[in-house]
Each structure stands twice: as C-alpha cells, then as structure tokens.
C-alpha cells in the first residue's frame, strides 16, 4: 500500500471555526509533513514529524496547530484562520527525512 | 524559502516531441528529486539523484545533476499529452534540516 489518504477533500470553514485536517498512511514511514500550496506557486512546508515528534515548524501561525497521535496518522487543527489561509493542504510522507516522499491528494481549504 | 529555480517557467510542446526542464539551487544539497503534480492534486514522486550520482533514468525521464553548477535537468522524451502538468525539483540538506524545497515549477503543455 503506497497510498497517503487525507479528509476531507474539500473543506469550506468560517473564520471562528474549529476544523481538522486528517492524514493517513499505512507504509510504516517514520516522518510525515504538511505542506500549503497556493494556485501557481510550489508547496511550502508547515511542519515535520519524525518519530512522531515535531521536529520543524516553519513558523507557522498557532492558528495551526499539528498533531501525531501515532505513525499512522497526522493531524492539522485549524482554528481562527483567515481568507488569505485558503489554499490547497497536501499531507506527504517518507522512510526517512531525506527520502523520497509520497504525497496525498490534498484537502482544498477555502475560509470565508 | 525556495531552495530551487526551474527553467523555464512554463513550456509548450507537440506530442512525441523531447521535453527538457533545469533547475538550479543555492546550497549543497543531499540529494534532488524532481516530482509532477497535475492540476490541484498531490504531488507524484518522479525520481530521486543523490549528490554523488551525475545522471539517472526512469523509464522516459533522464535527470542529470552538476553540483558543481548546483543545476539539474530532467528530461521527457517522446512526450505525451498525458504529460501535460507542473514539474517541482526539490532539494534535501543539511541547512534545511534535511527537509524537502520546493523551486518554483515548470508548467508543461503537451498537444495532441
């Protein structure tokens, strides 16, 4: 199974709510991440889990906020984001940090 | 941060016809892979050079590396319409923690 699930697909929230974002993987890799792409630009990494630790947080805004509740499974909280936080959330995983990651399909996120 | 800079930004070619894609970096790097992403989807892992390596192949692709000129170049031959997307190189190393960046993106365009 060399297959990165993520939920929901598309998600439209308002700037007070409270979502989640959920990745899966089943290939017993040990580093996971989450990266945000807006329309024409590359993906620009979020967060790093190795070992099911945080090992980099690009200066994310605590609006979000990761979480590893085992090596299966990676969740982004999402809490007071703004319009501007709309864009395409992409879960990846790998062996290794270095190693060759696999991505999911995204969730679109769109805030109003 | 951008780690990389593809050339050119976007491509156009006819079907059958080679495609080739540059990319250049800044820092030295562990090793660079190039990945695909078709419009608003995650992101698929093409190949992967390690810094010691100086050209590799997969199937229709072939990517070489200089790190002496911090550059590489993928390229498609015999393209199909198929492999119409947006082509990402990404680099690991020591100063990004080891963590994959992406460089801007090449747009290619197959016609039938």
């Known amino acids: 199974d060399t297959e990165v699930t993520q939920t929901p697909k598309h998600l439209v929230m308002g700037m007070t709510n409270k979502k989640s974002l959920k990745c899966e993987q089943h290939?017993?890799?040990?580093?996971m991440y989450w990266y945000k792409q807006k329309a024409k630009k590359p993906p620009e990494l979020m967060f790093v889990y190795s070992y099911e630790k945080l090992s980099i947080n690009e200066s994310v805004p605590s609006r979000f906020s990761p979480e590893c509740p085992n090596s299966s499974l990676l969740n982004l909280h999402l809490h007071a984001l703004q319009p501007e936080d709309s864009a395409l959330y992409l879960c990846?995983?790998?062996?290794?940090?270095?190693?060759?990651?696999?991505f999911g399909p995204g969730t679109r996120l769109t805030v109003l | 941060s951008q780690q990389g800079e593809e050339d050119p930004q976007a491509l156009s070619i006819q079907e059958g016809e080679n495609a080739t894609m540059n990319c250049s970096y800044k820092t030295s790097i562990n090793n660079l892979q190039w990945y695909r992403q078709n419009s608003g989807r995650g992101l698929v892992h093409l190949i992967l050079i390690r810094s010691n390596e100086r050209e590799k192949h997969s199937g229709r692709l072939r990517v070489t590396l200089d790190t002496s000129k911090k550059s590489s170049s993928l390229l498609i031959t015999a393209s199909r319409a198929a492999d119409t997307a947006s082509y990402f190189c990404a680099t690991t190393s020591n100063q990004a923690g080891t963590a994959l960046i992406f460089g801007k993106g090449t747009t290619l365009s197959v016609s039938s």
């Open positions: 990846a995983s790998s062996q290794i940090l270095t190693d060759t990651q696999y």
């Open positions: 290939m017993g890799h040990r580093a």
